[in-house]
């Protein structure tokens, strides 16, 4: 039986602590990406409370800064839904009280939540755009909408995310022609040959080209 030279010997060793020399260079590569030299996050001390008292001088009291129909341009629902649906979640969803935490400090109110939530679906906003108005961050803003979607589902599933039945059609069709009715002496004139009104029984009337 043949043993293993000397110089196989040395071989093996060098090889093997060339491996162990690349380890430690990715290692400590690696240490210094996650470690001490990397940029830690700077925390924001938002003030929440003032963003709330913002908020609710905006909208919520008795003479805000904008009416009912800004409001409904702003948010996509009017004001009495917005607060009958922050009713609702409130009771529905833990997540959406007010509450403390170990250091004293007040969490955002529900309406502050229900307002990023919305804001989000109605006009697109990206959840960092809230940082300033909202004093909320966009970790929280995300948040709001995905609990804001799940305890809607939940509670409006069966009543509302159905098909729409000849009923609803027809009130759809009533709400429909009462914003947006115009008067033939309104319409522009490129516009009255191509458009036709077609009633049907027992339904609203519309325009069909």
Partial sequence: MEFPTNSFLQDTNSSS???NDTLEFFEKA???????????????????????????????VENPVYNAEMFRDHFRLP????????????????????YYD???KRSFTPTQKFTSAIRQLAISNPPHQFDEYLAMSDRTSRECLQF????????????????????????????????????????PRELRV????????????????
């Fill in 17 to 19: 602590s060339s491996d």
């Fill in 30 to 60: 690696y240490n210094e990406l996650e470690g001490s030299n990397r940029p830690k996050k700077k925390m924001v001390d938002r003030d929440r409370i003032h963003a709330n008292e913002v908020l609710i001088e905006d909208y919520f």
């Fill in 79 to 98: 004001k009495d839904l917005f607060l009958k649906i922050v009713g609702y979640i409130e009771v529905s969803k833990e997540w959406f009280q007010e």
């Fill in 102 to 104: 170990g250091m004293g």
């Fill in 148 to 187: 804001f979607c799940h305890v809607i589902i939940k509670l409006y599933a069966k009543e509302f995310l159905r098909k729409p039945t000849r009923h609803d059609i027809a009130c759809i069709y009533a709400a429909h022609e009462a914003r947006w009715h115009l008067e033939w002496r309104n319409c």
């Fill in 194 to 209: 191509a458009y036709f009104r077609v009633t049907l029984k027992d339904q609203p009337s519309y325009l069909k080209r």
